[in-house]
């Protein structure tokens, strides 16, 4: 018996852009976020996808820790901004951050944990290149508020608007050998 067994977690997102205002219509009738996501997509309002890793932060780890032993809130929302400066391990927030939002959608499963945001047109008509996840007590929709929990690249211009953007992001806790 191993025990001294260690537990590790990987981050994902998918950041996609959709023409503006065909989510939030099919969300005002009533459907789900899951709905109305595959519903979108049937009639043809995805315009880009970008799927990729992040990287879970120092301080994203640290915050981890603090909501296990029940010393801050859970993790928040995702923010956008301006800047591509690669991530690294030691950032504590966006470069230029410009929009956030607290989930739109929150599921689990096993050892997976899924949430989603949705940013209309009129929150994110810049040229997207950073996002992040945010977390903690002081977390809220206050620009460069809360802990930063990961960080990713992502380019989509939308700075003449058109788009109505969706961040999903998975947290995957997983055993390290």
Same mark, same amino acid.
């Given at each position: 018996?191993?025990?001294? *067994? +260690?537990?590790?977690?990987?981050?994902?997102?998918?950041?996609?852009?959709?023409?503006?205002? !065909?989510? $939030?219509? %099919?969300? *005002?009738?009533?459907?789900?976020?899951? &709905?109305? =996501?595959?519903?979108?997509?049937?009639?043809?309002? +995805? &315009? +880009? @996808?970008?799927?990729?890793?992040?990287?879970?932060?120092? #301080?994203?780890?640290?915050?981890?820790?603090?909501?296990?032993?029940?010393?801050?809130?859970?993790? /928040?929302?995702? #923010?956008?901004?301006?800047?591509?400066?690669? $991530? @690294?391990?030691?950032?504590?927030?966006? !470069?230029?951050?410009?929009?956030?939002?607290? /989930?739109?959608?929150?599921?689990? #499963?096993?050892?997976?944990?899924? &949430?989603?945001? %949705?940013? $209309?047109?009129?929150?994110? *008509? @810049?040229? =997207?290149?950073?996002?992040?996840?945010?977390?903690?007590?002081?977390?809220?929709?206050?620009?460069?508020?809360?802990?930063?929990?990961?960080?990713?690249?992502? *380019?989509?211009?939308?700075?003449?608007?058109?788009?109505? =953007?969706?961040?999903?992001?998975?947290?995957?806790?997983? #055993?390290? $050998?």
């Amino acid at each position: 018996m191993n025990l001294n *067994s +260690k537990i590790g977690a990987k981050g994902f997102y998918t950041f996609t852009a959709w023409e503006a205002g !065909v989510l $939030p219509s %099919i969300l *005002s009738a009533g459907y789900s976020y899951k &709905r109305a =996501i595959w519903l979108a997509g049937l009639f043809g309002a +995805k &315009r +880009k @996808v970008i799927a990729h890793n992040n990287l879970i932060v120092t #301080a994203g780890y640290a915050l981890l820790a603090a909501i296990a032993a029940d010393e801050e809130a859970g993790l /928040w929302g995702i #923010a956008i901004g301006t800047d591509a400066t690669a $991530p @690294v391990v030691g950032d504590v927030s966006l !470069v230029a951050e410009t929009a956030r939002s607290a /989930w739109t959608y929150k599921a689990s #499963a096993g050892a997976q944990i899924e &949430r989603s945001i %949705i940013l $209309p047109e009129a929150s994110c *008509s @810049v040229f =997207i290149k950073e996002a992040g996840v945010f977390g903690g007590n002081n977390a809220s929709t206050t620009l460069n508020s809360g802990t930063l929990f990961a960080r990713y690249l992502a *380019s989509y211009d939308n700075s003449g608007g058109g788009a109505d =953007i969706t961040i999903d992001h998975i947290l995957t806790y997983q #055993a390290v $050998p």
